[in-house]
């Protein structure tokens, strides 16, 4: 079949190399014209596992270009399929601006009957509006058009994986021969599929996301009882796991859940629950756990070590391993909260950052403020006498540091394990002052 996939992002660009690669013809179409010629030289503008090789096998099979040309992208397939952006905006509710383009655009350039099938995570009522939008704009009785929704569930780090072995397609809409045109997509795929109306397949997407959050605030608040009371979080956590009405996933103590996807579709149900006089407590509640967690581990850091004029190093500032995404990262939030509290400089080690302007913060931070961060590249100088080091992403580069030698290059060996990433009794033994979250008694 011929696809666009329009919106050469994470989510677009690892759909239309995977469509690609199951056999389909495909065109990616992104407005933004370096990620374009970047992609048509094999360069992936992100990071992510296998995605680049696939990109460059599949460029010279000549099965897959992409182009900032709408005409040529709208024309030249009956697929169009969706994945732009759809950031929160101050509000919380989901900015569809990037949407209301792509109707534009289609609408623009229509051709011949289309199937547009949206990925992007909207929220709910968008696609029955789409639909309308786009009949008010182009004459269906030539050029018949069909709105479906498919939300996409893939993970950043594990895209291609995750891509390749759905646990579900969903699949919203209002006409068979659109439904069907969706299924064959992905008929080369072990994928089961639930079919539902536009307002259903929306809802899925975000009470998934909104369940998993809750499930990471979770076992975090209970990890805040198990740090006093002596449990061991990670075990209580696979003494849970076990039972096949709970599952181990997402019961991992940290300092929070970030990225472009939690946070903003958490802050959309509830903007529209407030909107529709819903009081969705339980999403409140988890929503406000996350957003203390941090601020409860830095207050546990310095009941131990006081964080004015220290020096810290902190390992990484994706939101999490194996991608270079920043959107929502605890990480960065973890080192705000160490610069309000004095630290007198903070230095960075994380394998997708070489220099300063890399990082993404999360609120405006002051010229003065920023020269208390420093990036390293070496692990030594980065670790010699600093008075204690700080982990909040999982690179799993991070569990084979030196951390031996590092004991002996420190001013002061406090060992700060924002994941539960590190082994305490190896650390221990290494010399370091080891506090993980809820570590039980040792
Ligand atoms: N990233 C994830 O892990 C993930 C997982 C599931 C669902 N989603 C959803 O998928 C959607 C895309 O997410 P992403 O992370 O890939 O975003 P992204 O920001 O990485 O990519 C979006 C792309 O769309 C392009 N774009 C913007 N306006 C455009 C237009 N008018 N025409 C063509 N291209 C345009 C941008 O230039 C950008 O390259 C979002 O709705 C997100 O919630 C993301």
Partial sequence: ???TVIGSGYVGTTTAL???NLGHEVIGYDVDTLKVKMLNNGILPFREPGLDQLLQEKLKSGRIIFTSDSRFAITQSEILMISVGTPSTLSGNADLTYIQQVIEVIA????EPKVVVTKSTVPIGTNRWMQQQLEARIDTNKYPIEVVSNPEFLREGSALHDSYHP???VIGGEVNS????????????????FICNYETAEMIKYASNGFLAVKISYINEIARLADVVGADIDGVAVGMGMDPRISPHHLHAGIGYGGSCFPKDVDELLYLATQKKINLRLLKQGKHINDSQIAWFVQK???LLPLKGKRVLVLGVT??????????????????????RGVDEIRVIDPTVTSLDQIRWSKDLLDREKKRVNIFTNEDEAATGVHAVVLTTTWPQFSTYPWQKWVGLTESPYLFDGRNFLNPQEMRRFGWHYVGIARGVT
């Fill in 1 to 3: 079949m011929k696809i």
């Fill in 18 to 20: 995977v469509l690609s």
């Fill in 108 to 111: 623009t350039h229509i051709n």
């Fill in 167 to 169: 646990s579900r397609t």
């Fill in 178 to 193: 659109a439904i069907e045109k969706v299924k064959q997509l992905y008929s080369s795929l072990q994928t089961s599929y």
């Fill in 301 to 303: 850091v310095e009941s």
């Fill in 319 to 340: 939101f999490k391993e194996d991608t270079d995404d920043q959107r929502e990262s605890p990480g960065i939030r973890l080192i705000e909260h160490l610069l309000d």
